[in-house]
């Protein structure tokens, strides 16, 4: 079984950049799908973005399009998010999770297999 461990997190301010890492423990990582979630209080946990397998195909919500990019490298067991340009809206607890499916994890609601305990993002104005 995949255990998920988030890392990264903190506070940037508007116009900024981090990297979140998600770090994965056992064997089969590289045969599942990741993803990025974020969630703000009082509010339901949204898609960020996913990745592959493989890599590829790479998906992205629309109000990151061009400011985030997930990426994997399997030998690490370690999924990324570099996040640019960061916004006061994109303040939120980040979540990683898992899935064989890539459609599980874009589907709206998503429920994957496996998710991290997260990690908070804050983006000062």
């Known amino acids: 079984q995949v255990q998920l461990v988030e890392s990264g997190g903190g506070l940037v301010q508007a116009g900024g950049s981090l990297r979140l890492s998600c770090a994965a423990s056992?064997?089969?990582?590289?045969?599942?799908?990741m993803g990025w979630f974020r969630q703000v209080p009082g509010k339901e946990r949204e898609f960020v973005a996913a990745?592959?397998?493989?890599?590829?195909?790479?998906l992205y919500a629309d109000s990151v399009k061009g400011r985030f990019t997930i990426s994997r490298d399997n030998a690490k067991n370690t999924v990324y998010l570099q996040m640019n340009s960061l916004e006061p809206k994109d303040t939120a607890a980040y979540y990683c999770?898992?899935?064989?499916?890539?459609?599980?994890?874009?589907?709206?609601?998503?429920?994957?297999?496996?998710w991290g305990q997260g990690t908070q993002v804050t983006v000062s104005s």
């Open positions: 999770a898992a899935d064989r499916s890539l459609s599980v994890l874009t589907r709206a609601p998503s429920s994957p297999t496996l």
């Open positions: 056992g064997r089969t990582f590289s045969s599942y799908c």
């Open positions: 990745i592959g397998w493989s890599g590829g195909p790479t």
